[in-house]
T-cell receptor, first 113, second 110 residues
């Protein structure tokens, strides 16, 4: 089954404790992206990647890192999480960039205390 | 001005009603337009792409007005299962970014 998977689905952590949210897709898509969704603010893009080893900042990259060492994986790293990073995070992939359908993962609900 | 703007609603309509949502975008160079549907706490899913000539998929019709920079979504014969948030999405200024509207909430009641 074609899908985007994220892990963990739910995470409660404390300020400053490094964490990684994994994202994997099995559709051989070139483009992958991370979003956060907050009430009243909608979906905002954090980082995106056009291909292996090619990443770029979205609208709200501060406090986040990403890597794209393999085509299928695009982990989101929070080196020192803070409470303002409490949010619902979605990973997405598409065959090619922003002109194609985005396929979203199920979401990761992160709480930083 | 925000890149993509939508009326947040909520739109409360009875079953069988016709409802229309509009969305405006600021980047005149945008080339790709979409409507996504998002159920509560779930991931967004593509409802339909929006083409210049307008397009229809069953009870759903999407239209694009480039001159006025707005996109519309019309839902005919609303069903209870249409209750969701509808996100307007436009490709953005920089590179390959996508801009999402904040969504319009629809509640279809019996």
């Amino acid at each position: 089954e074609a899908q985007v998977t994220q892990n963990p689905r739910y995470l409660i952590t404390v300020t400053g404790k490094k964490l990684t949210v994994t994202c994997s897709q099995n559709m051989n898509h070139e483009y992958m992206s991370w979003y956060r969704q907050d009430p009243g603010l909608g979906l905002r893009q954090i980082y995106y990647s056009m291909n292996v080893e090619v990443t770029d900042k979205g609208d709200v990259p501060e406090g986040y890192k990403v890597s794209r060492k393999e085509k299928r994986n695009f982990p989101l790293i929070l080196e020192s999480p803070s409470p303002n990073q409490t949010s619902l995070y979605f990973c997405a992939s598409s065959p090619w960039g922003n002109t194609d359908t985005q396929y979203f993962g199920p979401g990761t609900r992160l709480t930083v205390l | 001005r925000k890149e993509v703007e939508q009326d947040p609603g909520p739109f409360n309509v009875p079953e069988g009603a016709t409802v229309a949502f509009n969305c405006t975008y600021s980047n005149s160079a945008s080339q790709s337009f979409f409507w996504y549907r998002q159920d509560c706490r779930k991931e967004p899913k593509l409802l339909m792409s929006v083409y210049s000539s307008g397009n229809e998929d069953g009870r759903f019709t999407a239209q694009l007005n480039r001159a006025s920079q707005y996109i519309s979504l019309l839902i005919r014969d609303s069903k209870l299962s249409d209750s969701a948030t509808y996100l307007c999405v436009v490709n953005g200024n920089s590179g390959y970014a996508l801009n999402f509207g904040k969504g319009t909430s629809l509640l279809v009641t019996p």
